[in-house]
């Protein structure tokens, strides 16, 4: 595994999503609930970019532009119909003020 750059603190406001190609993948970075999370950027349901989705500040999950599943931002779980199958997570790593994902 190995820790990939992806910002700065400063970089992101608050109840925002960056996506970002990290090796060939799409990846969503969010910053929302006072944390920082990063999930695959494509939804497990339909192709649908999570990264234009809509943010659930109350539940730290996004919700599918396309068909409205949402997903936990910190387990990747689908919460709500349609989608069934969960997202992949990414384990998100401060390191003074740079924003550090794990990928294999």
Known sequence: ???VKVGSIGDMAE?????LD???REIA???????????DAIC?????????GWLDEDDCAVECPLHG??????????RTLPATQPIRT?????EGA?????VE
Do not use: Q
């Open 90 to 94: 990414y384990a998100v790593a401060l």
């Open 1 to 3: 595994m190995a820790l």
């Open 22 to 24: 990290v090796d060939g």
């Open 98 to 102: 740079d924003i550090f994902i794990e």
């Open 15 to 19: 109840n925002t999503t960056r996506k």
């Open 44 to 52: 497990s349901h339909a192709y649908a970019d999570l990264s234009e």
């Open 69 to 78: 599943s949402k997903f936990d931002l910190a387990t990747g779980k689908a």
């Open 29 to 39: 970075v969010y910053f929302v609930c006072g944390r920082y999370y990063a999930t």
